[in-house]
């Protein structure tokens, strides 16, 4: 069978992009890494190692090249990059480095520090594919406001990372550039949607990373690789120059949320961004400043947390149940008030959400996806075909079916909101913050990574959440069958059958961090104190 002029062209394009990324890291595959370049690309703290930086202790030519020659290995390992920035940020570095000299200080509060973006992220020369073949040889013309703020600060971006085909996935894969896996075991995945940036991270090869976050996904990442995220409410961080998949959809927007290898690195990360007003380049920002008596306030007095154990859809393994007991006990101890959060509003909103996202996400059915498939015409991913089955089978929305969907949203936000501001404590205290898993698993095989419901529904009630990673999957403290358990449903019974402690043993589990709508200094100030907490202990 001879194939037809439209395969041979998107195969044509894959070849073309993949030897131009191979070009671009050939030259460093020889290079190796010194003792010293581990040990500086070992530093998981930003401001201390622009400290360093601005100490001349290191240049920042030295530190780009160090953690370009990890990202290469990283690569090696993983395939996690997609566009090649190299040139880009040594010359940067150069610069930065000439400022230091003749100004005897640094550019900003950043000044030398690596950072890598999802291939979502504009910057100026260089395509952004979102992971699509007909995105391909299209550069853009400017960088993504976020990437400017950054750059401002004395940031250096090294590269872009790999995502799935149109983004809307928990892990990594697109006929582009091919299938990312998880550092630690190359049969399980890395997470996604910002994937790429997890692995990447996890292997030292970036400081900090920026992603999206529509339904987990700089939460995921975080989650299976030990990593730390954020995933804003809307509107607080700067998405200009981020193209996303059906763009236009405002009714659960996307996000762009950082992930980094320390918590002292994310909250610089947010609040210098925050701090650079980027209400003023992107009209989607609201302006609200830094609120650091927001901050402060969660580390001046004990906290009152609510916890979430059981979604009440699916019933999470046994390891993320031992550490979230654990981290109750471990606050309970320090003084905190640890109270159960009632799971039956929560199940609702879950089973409406799983409705919902379907329908608004398919309210065109799948023709934005459609289109840019049909633009490279390479094949769809199997989670793709899935995606654009359920559109095909589903009714097309009136104008009037779309604003009862977005009446039921509101109506689940509000509902949800009004449980969290009446619940009192039994000291006759309001809730700061819940804890809740992140995933019902720790990392899983290829293409079963199914449910997103403890990250997503936050998605729908657009609160702020954070990941912060805290233990590991242990054949010595969990048990090697997993304990009898009738399924609720076929998703739960799905999860259930992937326990395998033989293959999770070791990979990292996480706490997730949840407040209320635009409370990321709340959020990241409880997140310091839990962390302190489960570090100490």
Known sequence: MHETSTQVDWQSVVASKRKQRADLLNPWLSELSSPEEVAVTSISDAALLSHKICNKEFTAVYVTTAYIKRAVIAHKQTNCLTEICFKRALDRAKNLDNYLAQHGKPI????????????????KGFDTTLGYVGRANKTATEDAVFVQILERLG???????????????CETDNPLWGLTVNPKNSNLTPGGSTGGEGALLAFNGSLLGLGTDIGGSVRIPAHINGLYSLKPSSGRLPYQGVPVSTEGQEHVPSVVGPLARSLDTLHLLIKETIKAEPWKYDTKVHPIPWRQEHYDEMLSRPLVIGILLDDGVVKVHPPIERVLREVREKLETAGHEVVDWDASGHEECIRIMANLFDQFYLADNGEDIRRDIATGGEPFIPHVEALLARAEAAPVLSVYDYWQLNRKKHATQQAQLKKWTEFRSPSGRDIDILISPTM??????????????????????????????????????????APEHVPRNEVD??????YDLDVMDGHPLSVQIVGHRLEEEKVLGAAKVIEEILRRT
């Open 155 to 169: 940031g250096i971006v090294l590269a872009k990372t790999n995502l799935p085909q149109t983004i809307m996935w």
């Open 108 to 123: 900003g509060p950043l000044h030398g520090v690596p950072f890598t973006v999802k291939d979502q992220f504009n910057l």
């Open 440 to 481: 019902p698993h720790a990392a899983v095989p290829h293409r079963h990574c199914r449910w997103v419901g403890y990250t997503k529904v936050w998605n729908v009630l657009d609160y702020t959440t954070m990941v912060i990673p805290y233990g590991h999957v242990s054949k010595e403290l969990d048990p090697g069958v």
């Open 493 to 498: 019974k799905w999860n259930w059958d992937l």
